[in-house]
């Protein structure tokens, strides 16, 4: 099964920072826009931000805005996500996801791109 691969969880004090990064070592989802995602316990999984393919357009969730920073390497194959400022309520199990267009993939991501995830957990 194709999927991406989420890496860089962690534990960390409110107010800190972490960077997670999404690998498609595979190279399977080429021309798609790569969006993080997370899920926290009891809750639906919300949209956090996403990217075009060439790295040009992002898009935020109002609750991270100027909080996180999406971005992709020159390479192509990984997409990272800064984090800073971290509060509790942001503390999820964090996945990312593929789909061909920016404007779909908040809703409508590839069901084959999903990964394991990577846990966040932000103390206060």
């Known amino acids: 099964q194709v999927q991406l691969v989420e890496s860089g969880g962690g534990l960390v004090q409110a107010g800190g920072s972490l960077r997670l990064s999404c690998a498609d070592a595979g190279r399977t989802f080429r021309g798609h826009a790569t969006a993080w995602f997370r899920q926290a316990p009891g809750k639906e999984r919300e949209f956090v931000a996403a990217?075009?393919?060439?790295?040009?357009?992002?898009y935020y969730a109002d609750s991270v805005k100027g909080r996180f920073t999406i971005s992709r390497d020159n390479a192509k194959t990984t997409v990272s996500l800064q984090m800073n400022s971290l509060k509790p309520e942001d503390s999820a199990v964090y996945y990312c996801a593929a789909h061909p267009s920016l404007f779909r993939i908040a809703t409508q991501p590839r069901e084959d791109s999903w990964g394991q995830g990577t846990q966040v957990t932000v103390s206060s």
């Open positions: 990217i075009t393919w060439s790295g040009g357009s992002t």
